[in-house]
């Protein structure tokens, strides 16, 4: 019954920005590492950005470091991942995953092996 649920995507130009959310239910998450991933057809899945919700670490592929923010707003049991200055290269479905063990921290990230609960994705796609 646990699940995480996606939205927020859309097409955008290069420089703007967008907002995802990922509400999770089933459980609070509350140490637990969490993560944005995403994946373009014909190319591996890429992991984007990790949270250990239980201490505010967070961890960024090099490509998206100053330009996305991934938080939890714990109250609402939601993931947000902040993409500003979007770029054609960020075209993807991005999906949201969480690992179900708690204070496992997300020293493994970007490998995916614990990362066993996962959305069903939303598109975003940045036009030049």
């Known amino acids: 019954q646990v699940q995480l649920v996606e939205s927020g995507g859309g097409s955008v130009q290069a420089g703007k920005s967008l907002r995802l959310s990922c509400a999770a239910s089933g459980s609070t998450f509350s140490n637990n590492c969490m993560a944005w991933f995403r994946q373009t057809p014909g190319k591996e899945r890429e992991g984007v950005a990790a949270?250990?919700?239980?201490?505010?670490?967070?961890y960024y592929v090099d490509s998206v470091k100053g330009r996305f923010t991934i938080s939890k707003d714990n109250a609402k049991n939601t993931l947000y991942l902040q993409m500003n200055n979007l770029k054609p290269e960020d075209t993807a479905k991005y999906y949201c995953?969480?690992?179900?063990?708690?204070?496992?921290?997300?020293?493994?990230?970007?490998?995916?092996?614990?990362?066993?609960?996962w959305g069903q994705g939303t598109q975003v796609t940045v036009s030049s």
């Open positions: 949270i250990y919700t239980g201490g505010d670490m967070t």
């Open positions: 995953a969480a690992d179900a063990r708690p204070f496992w921290g997300c020293t493994d990230f970007p490998h995916t092996l614990n990362l066993n609960i």
